[in-house]
């Protein structure tokens, strides 16, 4: 059921210990050096940690690390209060100096408009002093009493890094210093095993690994190439989606790649998205643009199909197109952040009394949709219309949407978080959150009303009434994109996908030359019984085929000999390294094609 509000980090103990560990650790980097040498900037508290920056007379290096923890350490169990004190400007300008960025920074809370660490504030703030053990910072807490509330045992220092004053490169490069601090040292250690298997399971990595795509320079940045396994792989989940669309009663459409920007206007798009858009192309003087984003294309399509009566409502377009957004070069990592993404974009023209039922048949889709790909925990966040002027102004629409995705919501036993005030302009929606196996959150499907691009796009249908009505849009998505969905799932599989989804699913491994004829004679009987599957001809050795087999995560090897030859069986081993026996070739088919359809 509903929660009201979304848990705040900014109050719990872990953000205390946090930002109460960045100061101790300011107090032990500033007295390695001279008084006054050491200049400290911000120190606020991050998600998993803190961190501060400083201006040091020398480079940190982590070989720095243990002895900054230890006098932390220290520190800490020394049990320092912290105190709090309210000070005017000229007293905080007194206290800071020596220290340049702080000054700039009691600047900004004099101004009242910034608060301590330079972010934009809506009132006037009180400026305020946290001191412990004599250091004292610019600071409006929240802080943990006494510094023996830290856990020593569950701090550690994580990196040093060059961060510029205000994040502006034209400003003072700092040494920005990072941290992690838990409750419990046992947390401290499950969080750094997660970064760990972070690392190992890294899509980027991995997918050189298996084979599955590359980047070139040639190319260009966030153009990602796929190899026929990686294709292989993009078929299989498309196909997926598509085959469950349908099944659904969504219908699949193909508007290309190019539009002429004039419909972008027109949509309202090149006013709020230009920024992400591909730059304009000129042919014959009208002006073109690589598409960003589907509905436009389809709400053509559905005025062009002509006059729509309410009964063929609610009509689903599905599409598979691939989209062009510019990225900035800086934020594009592997194929979760790239410029050219295939949406599994869907958009249902429906009536306004529809909305709850087509958005039940969204839930359910989404919901089998990610249980197939093993995300069985996630949240939804409903995100809803705030008191700002920025909504479409239809409070009617706008109240029997919400209570519509809410009741869908509630009868389908969903948990969801309501979040007011951030809906789109345009109307309101659900995000699916899902969590992987490491805990992280991604945020992959999405369910969103419109009111208004249908209207501007001029699209109609005749009512019960016999008079023209505009329908309502929802756009909907349910793995977001092929490519970032790709690199979430070889991070949430660690490259060891289910057997439906593999794009070799098995191996057939003879052990000597003569044995190839039979191995070949297997693969095209799995074949024909609708398995992915190699043979490995190489001259290398059984056990380097099986161990090659196993790095590249497939589900089953399948070695082949004389005696396998002779009764039509194949020994059986899996990725996990468990040794199966002999099995009967028929029996393996049906194994293989049960464990297909179980999902595993
Ligand atoms: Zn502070
Ligand atoms: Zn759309």
Redesign the pocket.
């Known amino acids: 059921m509903a929660e009201k509000k979304k848990e705040k980090y900014e109050v719990s103990q872990l953000y205390k210990v946090r930002h109460s560990a960045a100061h101790v650790m300011a107090q032990a980097v500033t007295e390695m050096f001279e008084p006054g040498d050491a200049k400290v900037a911000i120190g606020p508290p991050i998600e998993d940690g803190f961190y501060y920056d400083f201006e040091l007379p020398r480079q940190l290096t982590p070989d720095d690390f243990p002895a900054i923890e230890k006098r932390m350490h220290e520190i800490i169990k020394e049990g320092h209060d912290f105190k709090k004190q309210v000070v005017s400007a000229k007293e905080a300008k007194a206290e800071f100096k020596d220290q340049p960025y702080k000054l700039e920074l009691v600047e900004g809370l004099e101004e009242g408009d910034e608060d301590e660490n330079g972010e934009p504030l809506a009132e006037k703030p009180e400026i305020s002093f946290y001191t412990h053990d004599g250091f004292t910072d610019l600071c409006r807490g929240p802080h943990v009493a006494n510094t023996s509330e830290i856990n020593p045992d569950a701090l550690k220092l994580m990196s040093v890094a060059g961060a510029y004053w205000r994040g502006d490169e034209k400003n003072q490069q700092l040494q920005r210093v990072y941290g992690t601090a838990w409750e419990k040292a046992d947390d401290l250690e499950q969080y750094l095993w997660r970064l760990e298997e972070a690392k190992k399971r890294d899509h980027r990595k991995l997918g050189k690994e298996l084979g599955l795509f590359y980047f070139s320079d040639d190319i260009g940045p966030g153009l990602p190439l796929f190899t026929p396994k990686g294709e292989m792989m993009r078929h299989i989940m498309e196909e997926y989606v598509r085959e469950t669309q349908t099944r659904y009663g969504y219908q699949h459409v193909w508007t290309g790649h190019l539009a002429k920007e004039e419909l972008y206007k027109k949509s309202g798009h090149l006013a709020n998205y230009e920024d992400s858009m591909y730059p304009p192309m000129e042919d014959d003087n009208v002006t073109y643009r690589l598409k960003p ?3 436009p294309s389809h709400m053509t399509l559905y005025k062009e199909m002509g006059l729509h009566s309410y009964r063929e409502l609610p009509l689903r377009f599905g599409e598979f197109a691939t989209l062009y957004r510019h990225e900035k070069t800086g934020e594009l990592t592997g194929l979760t952040r790239v410029r050219a993404l295939t949406q599994d ?1 869907c ?1 249902t023209f429906c009536t306004p009394e529809q909305i709850e039922q087509e958005f039940t048949l969204a839930l359910k889709l989404i919901r089998e949709v990610l249980g197939r790909y093993h995300f069985d925990d996630y949240r939804v966040d409903l995100s809803l219309r705030g008191d700002d002027g920025k909504y479409v102004d239809a409070p009617e629409k706008w109240q029997a949407a919400e209570a519509a995705l809410r009741s869908a919501l509630d009868k389908n036993k969903v948990d969801y978080v309501e979040a007011y005030g951030e809906a789109a302009f345009y109307g309101p929606k659900a995000d699916i959150i899902a969590r992987d196996v490491l805990g992280r959150e991604w945020q992959l499907s999405t369910i ?1 009303i419109d009111f208004i691009q249908p209207e501007r796009l001029g699209l109609t249908y005749i009512g019960e009434d016999n008079a023209e009505h505009t329908p309502v849009v929802i ?1 909907r998505a349910v793995t977001g994109s092929t490519e970032r969905f790709m690199g979430v799932m070889i991070e949430h599989f660690a490259g060891a996908f289910p057997v439906w989804l593999a794009p070799v699913q098995a191996v057939i491994v003879p052990i000597a030359d003569r044995h190839i004829e039979y191995a070949e004679k297997v693969a095209t009987q799995l074949k024909a019984a609708g398995l992915r599957v190699e043979v490995d001809t190489s001259s290398e050795r059984m056990g380097a085929k099986i161990r090659d087999a196993q790095n590249q995560k497939v589900p089953y090897m399948l070695v082949v000999g004389d005696k396998e030859a002779e009764s039509e069986a194949v020994a059986l081993r899996l990725r996990s390294g468990k040794d199966e026996g002999a099995i009967s070739l028929a029996d393996f088919i049906a194994r293989a094609q049960k464990d297909v359809k179980d999902g595993v």
């Open positions: 984003m589907n509905c974009d958009h969103q756009h």
